[in-house]
């Protein structure tokens, strides 16, 4: 992939050029009572605002998409082990 960019943007080139890792919002889950939590980042990212749905790995299943998907099912796995 050739990215053709005019030097206007130095922050976005810097992070399509993979330099530094640009990290954007978390999500953790708690074993003890089987709980989600996510930043207010990751919240709007999935076009949610903040505060306005509890995470379930339910809904992160439905999130995470193709790639993603295997994350909340090692968790399930963790969990019942």
Same mark, same amino acid.
């Given at each position: 992939m050739n990215w053709e960019l005019d /030097? /206007? &943007?130095p922050n976005i080139e810097q992070a399509l050029a993979g330099d530094v890792p640009q990290r954007v919002g978390w999500f @953790? !889950?708690? !074993?003890?009572d089987q709980r989600w939590e996510w930043s207010?980042? +990751?919240? @709007?990212i999935h076009g949610y605002e903040p505060c &306005? +749905?509890?995470p379930t790995t339910d809904l992160f299943d439905r *999130? *995470?998409?193709?790639?993603h998907r295997r994350i909340p099912r090692s968790n399930d796995r963790s969990v019942t082990a």
């Open positions: /030097g /206007g &943007s @953790r !889950f708690y !074993f003890a207010y980042e +990751v919240q @709007r &306005s +749905v509890t *999130l *995470l998409l193709t790639t």
